[in-house]
Structures are given as C-alpha cells and as structure tokens.
C-alpha cells in the first residue's frame, strides 16, 4: 500500500489514506527522470561528443478522491486540500513509502488542484507537481562532529589560563545514495586554521582567520541554498565569506561511495568543534 504526506512550507499537512478522507488512487513521476545533454559538434567526424548531463526537474501527478458525508463537507476537504497544495508558498515535502522504506523529495504544486464535479459523497482529485531538485532523500540527515581534544601547542604564562592547541583527523564516510551530495559544514568554538579536504575528489576549504568561541560559521554547499554565514550568540546573522580562503573550493560535497576526510583545526579552547551534514540522493523510488 503506497502511503504519501505533504507537508508544506507552514507545515500543514495532508495524509493521503484509505482511512482518510484524502484518498490517493495513483502518483506518477516517482522514477523517471529525462536529462539534458549537452554535445559539440567535432569538425569532419560523425555525430557528436557529450560534453555533460544534468538531470531535469522532476515532475509528479497526483490522482485520489475525496470523501465526506455530505457537500458541505466535502466542500471543506476541496478548502483544506487547495491550501496545503498552494503553489505561492516555498517548497514543502513529499513524502513517499511504497513498502521498501520511506523516502522524500523537496516539492511545490504547479498550480492549484484540480477537482471534478461532484460524483455522490465524493470528488475526484489531480494535482500536478514539480521537485526542481530532482532527488529523493532518506528521512533527516546524516551527521557527524569532529571534536577537538587538542594536543597542547604551549600554554600562555601564568597570569593566563589560556591555550592553544591543534587537532588533526582523518576519516572515511560513505555516500550510500546514487549520486554526489553537498555538504553543510558547521564550524563552532574558539577555531582558526581549519583546513576541511575531502581527499577523494580534492575539494577543500580553508578558513585563516579567528572565528570566535561565542560564533558559528555556516557553509551550506547546497544548490539553491548556499550560503557562508556566520551567527553569534544573539542569533545575529552576517556574511561570512571573509574568513574563507579565496584559493579554495569554497564548496564541498561528499561523492557516491566512499569518501576520504581529513581536518586539522587550531582550537584556543576546549569547545572546537566541527560539525558535517549531509543527505542522500536516490534517483527514484
């Protein structure tokens, strides 16, 4: 049984069911995906040579009936199911469990539902989709924090309780979706000299500049999201693009598989830390 929610961008909700009165009889567009091919043409050879492909937009048809007791009630399903589909809002989540486990896709309404006429106690429903990120993903992220249990460097004379410390570590991630996933990065506690390398495709970031114990530093790598910002503990937001070395990747991502992190990370207190994020990307469902 094929069990679907939206939620949208207020988180309202809508939970299509057999034991609801948003009932879905079908979706479309759970797997296929076209793709857009980009090719030169070589002078004096036959056909062409791809130069890359990008996957499109994914788009996806619901079909369900709604049922009530009488009109007015189905009146107020026709009222609730057009507000939580408003094309106007941001994107929400469509969540998707066909029985092999439970998965989502970034998603907005391409216009409002679509209703037939009245058939008795019930309306038939269509409501055309559209997940400009293409890509399903497993339910929250992945995470995982780089503590710094510095080694000393030297401690500052006595008059002074301060240190400073450094903290090199390697390790291996793997990628379990089906293709290359951004990462959100995540840099807190009294850290300078960070250096972030994702040895298996050689993207990296380097921070040179004092980030300070009561800030954290946000570098989201993600399509249609990045950002470099750094917070205080006020929540104050500025632009954190300053402390970024402007020889580096500037953004990284973590590819299909294994992957190869290495981080070293001068700290002047005990609370460094640094924290990466990431989710997976299916091609379909």
């Known amino acids: 049984m094929q069990l679907v929610t939206f939620t949208n961008e207020l988180n309202e909700v809508i939970v299509f069911n057999i034991d609801s009165p948003f009932i879905l009889s079908g979706i479309d567009g759970t797997g296929s995906v076209s793709a857009n091919h980009r090719t030169s043409d070589i002078p004096l050879t036959h056909g062409s040579q791809r130069t890359s492909s990008t996957l499109n937009p994914r788009y996806m048809v619901l079909r369900g009936s709604l049922i009530g007791a009488n009109r007015s009630e189905l009146a107020l399903h026709k009222e609730k199911l057009s507000e939580v589909f408003n094309p106007s809002l941001r994107d929400g989540k469509l969540t998707y469990d066909a029985g092999a486990g439970t998965?989502?896709?970034?998603?907005?309404?391409?216009?409002?539902?679509?209703?037939?006429?009245?058939?008795?106690?019930?309306?038939?429903?269509?409501?055309?989709?559209?997940?400009?990120?293409?890509?399903?993903?497993?339910?929250?992220?992945?995470?995982?924090?780089?503590?710094?249990?510095?080694?000393?460097?030297?401690?500052?004379?006595?008059?002074?309780?301060?240190?400073?410390?450094?903290?090199?570590?390697?390790?291996?991630?793997?990628?379990?979706?089906?293709?290359?996933?951004?990462l959100i990065l995540e840099f807190e506690g009294g850290v300078k000299n960070v250096k972030f390398v994702n040895?298996?495709?050689?993207?990296?970031?380097?921070?040179?500049?004092?980030?300070?114990?009561?800030?954290?530093?946000?570098?989201?790598?993600?399509?249609?999201?990045?950002?470099?910002?750094?917070?205080?503990?006020?929540?104050?937001?500025?632009?954190?693009?300053?402390?970024?070395?402007?020889d580096c990747s500037t953004y990284i991502h973590l590819e299909k598989g294994s992957n190869t992190i290495k981080f070293t990370v001068e700290s002047d207190s005990k609370k460094g830390l640094v924290r990466m994020k990431w989710e997976t990307n299916y091609l379909g469902v």
């Open 103 to 182: 998965k989502f896709v970034y998603s907005i309404a391409e216009e409002l539902p679509i209703f037939s006429d009245y058939i008795g106690n019930s309306v038939n429903f269509i409501i055309n989709m559209v997940a400009h990120n293409p890509f399903w993903h497993d339910m929250g992220f992945y995470e995982h924090t780089f503590t710094t249990p510095y080694q000393s460097l030297f401690t500052f004379p006595q008059t002074s309780t301060s240190q400073m410390g450094f903290h090199t570590d390697t390790q291996t991630f793997i990628n379990k979706g089906n293709e290359r996933t951004p």
């Open 199 to 246: 040895k298996t495709n050689s993207e990296w970031i380097e921070i040179k500049k004092k980030l300070h114990s009561n800030e954290k530093l946000i570098i989201n790598s993600t399509t249609g999201q990045k950002e470099i910002s750094i917070i205080n503990n006020k929540g104050e937001q500025r632009n954190g693009y300053g402390l970024i070395s402007l």
